[in-house]
């Protein structure tokens, strides 16, 4: 599992959830399962939403017969592995002035 620094990010309803810190500046909201959706500004998949593990805080890939987290490999929702489009947010960031 993932060591890296959570932080809490306030939602749209008012509640938070504890992300790591290096997701928060381009953080959009989460999925139905409090998964982190963030929209990337790298190559080659910048401008597209991707989902992070809510476990570790990382990206999904291909395992042996499933999907899986990067970081720990526990098995993860199947959309996580492919770029996601706004239907997916199911709470936004809560935009602070």
């Known amino acids: 599992m993932s060591t890296s620094r959570r932080v809490r990010v306030v ?11 290096y997701l928060v500046k381009d953080m959009v909201g989460i999925d139905e399962y409090g998964n982190p959706i963030v929209r990337e500004t790298e190559a080659p998949f910048a401008g597209q939403l991707i989902g992070y593990t809510n476990c570790c805080g990382s990206s999904a890939k291909g395992c042996d017969g499933y999907i899986g987290c990067r970081d720990c490999y526990g098995e993860v929702e199947s959309y996580l592995g492919a770029p996601m489009s706004e239907s997916y947010v199911f709470l936004k960031v809560k935009a602070v002035a």
């Not at 939602?11 to 810190?21: A, D, F, G, R, T």
């Open 11 to 21: 939602l749209e309803n008012n509640e938070y959830v504890l992300v790591p810190k």
